[in-house]
Nanobody, 125 residues
Framework: QVQLIESGGGLVQPGGSLRLSCVASGITFSTSGMGWFRQAPGKEREFLVADDRYGTIYTSDSVKGQGRFTISRDNAQSTTFLQMNSLKPEDTAVYYC?????????????????WGQGTQVTVSS
């Protein structure tokens, strides 16, 4: 059974940072593409960033160039991380990690058969 368990969310002030973690089990993590998505209230779930396990990073056009969202992974711990800096109130959302057997097409939800339950991030003063 595949499980993806996110942690690290919470309440943070504008300008602050958070590091989300996602521990995977039931998959061969080192050969899985991993992605992070978020869903704000009343909005569609949107892609943020992904890595294809070969070292290629995919970043959403909405956050590309800002340098605020960074994905990384630890294959030994079957864990992917999302480092978020300079957080803004509009970053408030539920953040999800997802796993894919694919190495391409990682910007679309349909590439990911496996999802975590999500972790809430609230940016507010």
């Amino acid at each position: 059974q595949v499980q993806l368990i996110e942690s690290g969310g919470g309440l943070v002030q504008p300008g602050g940072s958070l590091r989300l973690s996602c521990v995977a089990s039931g998959i061969t993590f080192s050969t899985s593409g991993m992605g992070w998505f978020r869903q704000a209230p009343g909005k569609e779930r949107e892609f943020l960033v992904a890595d294809d396990r070969y070292g290629t990073i995919y970043t959403s056009d909405s956050v590309k160039g800002q340098g605020r969202f960074t994905i990384s992974r630890d294959n030994a711990q079957s864990t992917t991380f999302l480092q978020m800096n300079s957080l803004k109130p509009e970053d408030t959302a539920v953040y999800y990690c997802a796993a894919s057997p694919l190495a391409g097409g990682l910007k679309v939800r349909g590439a990911y058969p496996h999802w975590g339950q999500g972790t809430q991030v609230t940016v507010s003063s």
